[in-house]
C-alpha cells in the first residue's frame, strides 16, 4: 500500500524545500509526496519559477524523497477554471494548467493534477449552456494531455469534487467523462478520488460508501487523497479528532478488496492559517503514524 503526504500543510509555514524536505523526511519517515502549486505558482515569471523549481527538485533529491504528482490547491481551486462562464477566463485556466505541467516536470513530477473548475449558478441551471461548457472541458482536457506529454508527464489526473456545478462530481459522471475523452488524449487521464469528497453526504446521501467509487470506477482511479471527516463537509482534518469519522483501517481493506492496493493514497489535511506552528506540526506527526499505521500497515508509534 503506497502512502504519501500531499504538502498543503507546509503552505505559509514550511515554505522553503529544504525545510519541508527535512520535515517530510525525518520527522514523518515518508518517502512519498504530492507537491502543491501553493508553494510555487505556475503563473509566476519563467525565470523565478524554473528556479524555485530547481531548488524543490533537489532538496528532494538530497532528501530521498520522491516527488510522484504535483497538484493544485487551495489558490486555483478559488476560480471557476476550465468550466469558467467566459471564453477568456476559460483560455485563461488552460494556459495556467500548461504552466502547471512545466512545473510538475521541472520539480521531477511524473503528474499533474486537480478539479478541473465548475459552473457559474446560470450556466449550471441552463441545460444548453451546461451542455456547451461539458463540451468546452472535454476539449480543453485533449489540449492539456497534449501539452503534457510534451512537458514530459505520464499523465493527467482528475480530481472528483462534491459540488454538483464542478464536473466530475458522481461516479457515472465520471465514467463517461472518460469515455468521452477516450480517443483523444495524448497521455492517459487518470480520476483522483478523495475520500472525504465521495462521503459527502449532503451531496450523496447517508448511506454514501466507498465501495461505489471503488468498484464503479476501478482501474480509471490513480490516487487518493485521505482525510478525516464527519460526512457533511469537506472536512480535512488530521487524527486524533474527536469531529472526526473516517475509518482508515476499514478504508485500506476496501480498497484491497478492490483491488487498487497498488494505487498512491496522500494524506492530504489543511489547516487554518491562524493555528500555531506547533499544532499543525503535532497533527500532521500524528496523522501520518496513524495512516501509515492504519492504511499501509507500518509497524509505526
Known sequence: MEFGVNL???IKRWVEPDAWAELVSR????????????LLDPWWPDSSRNTMA?????????????????FSGLANYCFDGLLHPEAEGRSASREWWKRAFDVAASVGAKAS?????????ADAADPKRSAQRYSDLLE???????????AGLERIQVECTPLARELPHTVEQSKRFLADLETSCAVPVKLLVDVGHALYQPLYGPNARMPEWLNGLGRSIGAFHLQNTDFQSD???????????FDVLNFAAEVRAAGLEDVPAFLEIIYPFEVSDEFVLNSITSSV???RREYAGEPVG
Open 289 to 291: 503514524i496513524h495512516c
Open 113 to 121: 493534477g486537480g478539479p478541473l473548475g465548475g459552473m457559474s449558478v
Open 8 to 10: 498543503s500543510f507546509a
Open 27 to 38: 520527522k514523518l519517515g515518508v518517502r512519498l509526496v504530492q507537491f502543491t502549486y501553493d
Open 54 to 70: 530547481a531548488r524543490v527538485r533537489r532538496a528532494a533529491e538530497e532528501w530521498g524523497i520522491e516527488i510522484e504528482s504535483a
Open 140 to 150: 480543453a482536457v485533449a489540449e492539456l494531455t497534449l501539452a503534457a506529454k510534451q
Open 235 to 245: 472536512s480535512h482534518w488530521g487524527w486524533p479528532d474527536k469531529r472526526g469519522l
